[in-house]
C-alpha cells in the first residue's frame, strides 16, 4: 500500500478527482493548504503598507491505494493537475503500513 | 443658541396658542417666528444620518481595516464611545458649547438640557438658524450636534485600535471631549444667532459674546476644524503615545475585510449628505449646494486617488478609491455651503494627492504607528479644506461668499489673502490646542487606567482578551 500525497492548484481539484476517480481510486481526503516552492508569492499593498504573502494557496489531495495502483494514479494526477507553468505543485508517494476500516475491521487492500 | 430669543419664541409662539389671552396678545403671537416644519423635518432627518455615519460606517471603515482577532474590539470602541459622548453630551457638553460664557468655554444654563422643554406650558424653546426670524427646535439643535461630537471622538480611535485599553477609551474619551472637542466647538460655532444683530451696537455686543474663532470671521461650514483637524492631531498623538503595535513593519497587519470597509465608506458619504448639507440648518438653497459639493467633491477625490495609486504604485486598489472618497469627504466639510462648484472640483481632485502622500511618504517621516491613517486622511484632509474653503469663497472663484454684516445681512468677501490668513490662523489655533489635551489626556490616562494591553492581551487579539467574544466562528 502507498499513501499519495499531491498539492496541486486549487481550480485542478474536481479534474483531478475525476482523473482519479477513472484510474480506479476509491477514494481520498482534500485540505486547503498553503506554501511556496519555486513559485513566488506576491506583494499585496494596503496605503502606504506593503506586505509580501510569501504563502500561496493551494490544495492538498490524500489517497491511499494498493501497490498495483500506485502508477496509474500518479499518472492520473499529473495529468489533469498540470497546466505547464510553474505552480502545478508535486506529487509525494509514502510507504504505507496499514490501514483499517472501521466499520468492518476489514485491514489492508480491503481496507481501501 | 440666544437665550433671550429662545424664551420670547417659546412663550410666545406655543403657550399662545393655547392660552391666547394669558402672556400676550394675539398680535404678538401673529409676529412671533415659528420652527418651519420642512427645516424641522430636514434636519430631524439629518441628525439620524450623521448617526448612521458613526454607527455603523465608521466602526465598519475602520474595523475591516484591521485584523479580524480586533475586528469587535473597534466596533465596540465606537459604538460605546458614541453613546458616550451623547450622554455627556446631554449632561454638560451642550451648554458648554452651545450658550454664552467667555470666547472659549459656554456656560451652565443648559446642564441636562435644562430649559429646552417647558412641560408646564408645553412649550419647546427655539436655537438660530442662519436666517433671521427663523428659529429651529433647539432640541433639534441639540440632537445634531450631539453626533457631531460623538462622531469625532470616535474618529481617534483609527489611530490607537489593536493595542489599547478599553477603559483607557472610555477615560480618554471623556477628558479630551471636556477639553478639547468643546472649546474648540464653541470658538469655532458659538454665536448669537442673526437676530441679536439688529444695530451697530447689538452687533458689536453680539460679537463679542461669540466664540473666539468666529470673531476672526473663520468659515467651518461642518467642522473641518472642529471635526477633522480635531480629532486627525489627537489620534496622532495617541499613536506617538501609545506606540507601535506588535510586529509593526515585520508581522503582516493586512486588513480583513476589504469587504466591509467598502460598505463603511459607502455609508459614510450617505450619512456625509445630513454632517454637510444639515450644517445649513435650513432646508434651502445653502444646503442644496452643500449637498451637492459634498457629493461632486467625493467623486472627484475617489478618482483623484485611484488615478495617483495607480500611476505611483501600479495598481488601482478597492482600499485606495474607499480612503479617497473619505479624503473627500473630510476636505469638502468645511467648504460644504461655502465654495461654488469650481470649490468642490479643485478640493476633491487636490485632497486625494496630498492625503496620498500622507498615507504613505509623510506616514514614513513621522515614524508612528498611526494605524488606520486618521492624521494622513482626516488632519491633512481638513487643513487642506479649511484652507481652500478661504480661497474658493471667492465669488469671482464661483463661491457664495460670507455675511460681512449680519445687521444688514450684506454678502461680501474680504479678499483672498486675508479670508486665507484668517483660515489659517484657525488651523493652527485647533491644531496646537488639540494637540496639547491629547498629549495631557493620555498621559492622564496612562498613569491611572493605562494605555496599553499587556503583550500577550495584544497578540491573543482583543476581541477574546478584552470582550469575552470572536467575530468570526469557522
Redesign the interface.
Known sequence: MKLISAVIKPFKLEDVRQALAEAGVQGMTVTEVKGFGRQKGHT??????E?S?DFVPKTKIEAAVPDSLVEQAVEAIIGAAGTGSIGDGKVFVFDLDHAVRIRTGETGDAAL | MKTFGRILGVVGALAIALLPTLVFGDDAAAAAPTPNKGDTAWMLTSTALVLLMSVPALGLFYGGLVRSKNMLSVLMQVFVGFSLVTVLWCVYGYSLTFTSGTPFFGGFSRLFLNGTFDPVKGAFSYAATFSKATPMYELVYVAFQATFAAITCCLILGSIVERIKFSGVLLFIVLWFTFSYIPVAHMVWFWDGPDAYTTAAAADMANADAGLIWQWGALDFAGGTVVHINAGVAGLVGAFVLGKRLGYGKESMSPHSLTMTMIGASLLWFGWFGFNAGSALEANGSAALAFMNTYLATACAVISWMLVEWIVKGKPSMLGAASGAVAGLVAITPAAGNVGIPGAFVIGLGVSILCFWGCTGLKKMIGADDSLDVFGVHALGGIFGALATGIFNDPSLGGPGLVTDWVMGTVGYPGRMAQFVIQAKAVGLVFVWTAVVAFISFQVVKFTVGLRVSEEEEREGLDITAHGERAYTA
Open positions: 499585496e499593498l494596503y496605503r502606504g503598507a506586505y504573502v
